[in-house]
């Protein structure tokens, strides 16, 4: 069993910053890529960034120069610094990882956090 408990979520104001953690933990051999997604109302689930094992990283285009998303593979956990808030970046953000969590299968599940709402007033 995965569990990912994402934190950092609240209110703020247009042009502050927050910073979202994940903390992944339970059976796990190793992760591979792990990503945030994120989720207006009445919108699709949208992916905002992602890092792959090796560091390399990939942004949405709304968000690119404003969110950096990192990784501590010794801890498990996924950050997300988001600076120059929006009230367009209101959503409920979920944290997201692709898990080996057996040595000799090579077979990837992805684990879904619970959600944290970040919520940008004008």
Same mark, same amino acid.
């Given at each position: 069993?995965?569990? /990912?408990?994402?934190? $950092? $979520?609240? /209110?703020?104001? +247009?042009?502050?910053?927050?910073? /979202?953690?994940? =903390?992944?933990?339970? #059976?796990?051999?190793?992760?591979? +890529?792990?990503?945030?997604?994120?989720? !207006?109302?009445?919108?699709?689930?949208?992916?905002? !960034?992602?890092? #792959?094992?090796?560091?390399?990283?990939?942004? =949405?285009?709304?968000?690119? $120069?404003?969110?950096?998303?990192?990784?501590?593979? =010794?801890?498990?956990?996924?950050?997300?610094?988001?600076? #120059?808030?929006?009230?367009?970046?209101? =959503?409920?953000?979920?944290?997201? !990882?692709?898990?080996?969590?057996?040595?000799?299968?090579?077979?990837?599940?992805?684990?879904?956090?619970? $959600?944290?709402?970040?919520?940008?007033?004008?």
């Amino acid at each position: 069993q995965v569990q /990912l408990v994402e934190s $950092g $979520g609240g /209110l703020v104001q +247009a042009g502050g910053s927050l910073r /979202l953690s994940c =903390a992944a933990s339970g #059976s796990i051999f190793s992760i591979n +890529a792990m990503g945030w997604y994120r989720q !207006a109302p009445g919108k699709q689930r949208e992916l905002v !960034a992602v890092v #792959s094992s090796g560091g390399s990283t990939n942004y =949405a285009d709304s968000v690119k $120069g404003r969110f950096t998303i990192s990784r501590d593979n =010794a801890k498990n956990t996924v950050y997300l610094q988001m600076n #120059s808030l929006k009230p367009e970046d209101t =959503a409920v953000y979920y944290c997201n !990882a692709g898990v080996q969590r057996w040595r000799n299968l090579n077979v990837q599940h992805e684990y879904w956090g619970q $959600g944290t709402q970040v919520t940008v007033s004008s």
